[in-house]
């Protein structure tokens, strides 16, 4: 393992001292002998060896980077991820770790850089939550303030409040999903994972459970975030009454390839909200004579506006 150039500015005795650190394992004694040799290489191409520095300070760098890789494949990992994460250890440059290793490795053996995340999963102890979490976003390219292991656990964590508060496992995935963003009004969160849930178990596809959502949660907490009024009934009914409108809307004009769908949906929502809390307490009985009556004003001025 010595080479000429390790000989010449590391010398035998520091070498070797350095080496026993590595307890006898073979694997990492050849790599810090190859990655100080090339160190030491390309810094006396560039003259950049200096007098007064002795074997220890020059062992630094590569030292370093030996405890970044020992850490990686001691966890599990494969050779190609722990050295590509030590560099960036010896580099200060650490930030999106993993999401960076991945890619490195998956563009020379993706099912590799698969199982590298599953070892990184066990290393750090995460349960089945943990590893779908870490496994989807890494691959998906979704980034964190924070490191992507501590996102992980945090979600972990709330997805399992939720189950012990009786919440089902759609709700509680969701409702954890957001609140690790660290960006939506906890409110928010409640009431997305609310109608989400509730639109998964009656059948509907993704899209719809998302758009739906997304609209009660804003419309909702527009209202319960505004001081005086968080509380009133009356404004949250309503809230949610111009929600379901969105949604109704948003799937008839879906289902029937409206052009300038924009056009139906100001026409039903309006219809609806006026025929739902209409002062003409015969105009409707039941939520569906509502939706029906709005649906055929909503028609006769969509068609109307396209004309």
């Known amino acids: 393992m010595m080479t000429p150039i390790i000989e010449k500015y590391i010398g035998k005795e520091a070498f070797n001292n350095a080496l026993k650190t590595l307890k006898g394992n073979l694997e990492f004694e050849e790599v810090f002998a190859s990655f100080l040799n090339t160190s030491l290489t390309e810094l006396e191409e560039d003259d950049a060896i200096y007098e ?8 630094g760098i590569p030292i370093n980077y030996m405890t970044g890789y020992i850490k990686l494949r001691e966890q599990g990992l494969s050779k190609i991820w722990s050295d590509f994460y030590a560099n960036l250890v010896i580099s200060y440059d ?8 991945y890619e490195y490795v998956k563009q ?3 099912a590799l850089a698969l199982k590298d995340l599953d070892a990184l999963c066990s290393a750090n102890n995460g349960d089945a939550q943990f590893k779908e979490f870490l496994i989807y976003n890494v691959s998906h390219k979704n980034y ?5 292991i501590e996102v992980a656990a945090e979600y972990s964590k709330r997805y399992h409040e939720q189950i ?4 089902t496992p ?3 995935k969701k409702f954890a999903s957001l609140v690790v963003q660290e960006y939506y009004h906890p409110l928010y969160c409640e009431h997305f994972a609310f109608i989400y849930d509730q639109s998964i178990q009656l059948g509907k596809d993704e899209d719809y459970a998302l758009t739906y959502a997304e609209k009660y949660a804003e419309e909702l907490v527009d209202i319960q975030r505004r001081a005086g009024i968080s509380d009133d009934e009356e404004r949250l009914d309503f809230a949610r009454a ?5 949604i109704n809307a948003w799937e008839y004009s879906k289902a029937n390839n409206l052009k300038n769908s924009s056009y139906f949906i100001e026409s039903y929502e309006h219809a609806y909200l006026n025929t739902l809390f209409s002062d003409d307490l015969d105009l409707c009985n039941t939520i569906e004579e509502c939706e029906t009556i709005a649906l055929k004003k909503a028609i006769t001025a969509y068609n109307k506006r396209m004309n």
Do not use: H, M, W
């Open 52 to 59: 007064e520095e002795g074997p220890e300070q020059r062992l």
């Open 94 to 101: 650490t930030k999106n770790a993993v999401f960076r290793c």
């Open 108 to 110: 020379k053996d993706e």
């Open 144 to 148: 964190f303030e924070k490191s992507i």
């Open 164 to 167: 012990r508060e009786g919440k």
């Open 170 to 172: 759609v709700y509680a």
């Open 242 to 246: 111009k929600a379901k409108a969105y």
